[in-house]
């Protein structure tokens, strides 16, 4: 019988392969972990619990579940354009399986190595089952992109397309049937296995007047930034990416909806003053990254106003919110 410190020796004090970044004066084993924070950097930290049947199903695969779980709170530093470094993990499981927790640790620990962070510490617990991260970063000195700063006129961008993930989630739930196997492979992986967009988070430090990552839905989350920054913003729907499969798949009026209500796509929506929209573009096609101006601040009112081939359209808006499911 595996016992729990058995499941931390095992599966969690892993040794990283790589060299990562920056290494733990003290990391799993003692009672806390000793951090050195560079000089001239800040620290960042974000934590996050994903909870069985709120967050995930409770047949999720172990696979998935490690790369959903670990990839959602980085995309919480790359919103706040910092670099990961470490991470903490309080895990809950109902019982020690062994088989499941192979699985996720070596999932987990592939992700660690390809991001070079190191696990320094966490909680193992008995219960139902429910994981909960903190992820931290270093940004330099005052460099951190924050909610709050978007200006008149200053053009909102996104990493990526929207609404793919909600169409795998529909999938799961089996709200919805495709019966292409590349599309259906497509949404669930877009759901289950998200991309932090921590380069560009990183990149866009010195040129985005605030930033944010897209985990309840367009609409939700720029409305975030509206709302701290005191200002409203004009959509053009057409100029949002999308998917080739989304738009195979799903109707014109659904996507639109599902791609600004739709949440978990995890790409990073940001602002920028158009005087650097230059440096950005330079910046991005220097670092190989793509990112699409959908709209524009506008400060004379506080809503989103969504148009649609420069005519302004009303969308059913679901704001995606665990408490009102
Ligand atoms: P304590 O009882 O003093 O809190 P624990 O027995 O819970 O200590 O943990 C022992 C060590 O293992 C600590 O360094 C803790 O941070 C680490 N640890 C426990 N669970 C995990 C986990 N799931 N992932 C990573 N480290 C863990
Ligand atoms: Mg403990």
């Known amino acids: 019988m595996y016992t729990e410190f058995d499941v931390i020796k095992y599966f969690f004090n892993k040794k990283n392969k790589k060299n990562i970044r920056y290494t733990a004066n003290i990391g799993i084993g003692d009672d806390g972990a000793v951090l050195t924070i560079p000089k001239k950097q800040q620290l960042v930290v974000t934590t996050d ?46 019982k020690i399986n062994h088989i499941w927790l192979k ?49 008149h006129n200053d053009k909102i961008y996104i990493t990526g397309p929207l609404g793919d993930s909600a169409v795998g989630l529909l999938l799961l739930d089996k709200k919805i049937y495709i019966k292409n196997k590349h599309d259906y492979n497509f949404f669930i992986k877009k759901h289950l296995k998200p991309d932090p967009k921590i380069l560009h988070g990183i990149i866009i430090r010195s040129i985005a007047s605030s930033n944010i990552d897209i985990s309840d839905g367009l609409y939700s989350d720029l409305s975030h930034i509206l709302n701290k920054s005191n200002c409203g913003a004009e959509i053009q729907l057409d100029l949002i990416p999308l998917s080739k499969s989304i738009k195979k ?16 796509d995890y790409e990073l929506c940001f602002t920028v003053p158009k005087k650097k929209q ?12 793509k990112a699409f101006c959908i709209g524009k601040i506008n400060k004379n009112f506080r809503t989103i106003k969504f148009f649609y081939k420069k005519k302004q359209l009303l969308l059913n808006i679901n704001k995606f919110e665990h408490f009102n499911q």
């Not at 230059?278 to 990254?289: D, M, V």
Request: glycine letters at 8%; hydrophobic letters at 40%; aromatic letters at 10%.
């Open 278 to 289: 230059k440096k950005l573009e330079i910046l991005l096609k220097k670092n190989n990254l």
């Open 103 to 151: 699985k996720f640790s070596n999932t987990l620990f592939k992700l660690l190595n390809f991001y070079k962070i190191q696990l320094i510490g966490g909680d193992t617990t008995k219960g139902p089952m429910s994981l909960t991260y903190t992820a931290y970063g270093f940004v330099p000195y005052g460099k951190a992109l924050t909610r709050s700063g978007a200006m």
């Open 49 to 94: 619990s994903l909870v069985e049947n709120t967050h995930f199903f409770s047949n999720i695969k172990p696979e998935y579940l490690a790369h959903k779980s670990l990839c959602v709170n980085l995309s919480d530093l790359a919103a706040m354009g910092a670099h990961p470094t470490w991470i903490s993990l309080a895990i809950t499981l109902p």
């Open 249 to 264: 798949q799903i109707s014109k009026k659904n996507i639109f909806e599902l791609a600004v209500s739709g949440g978990e």
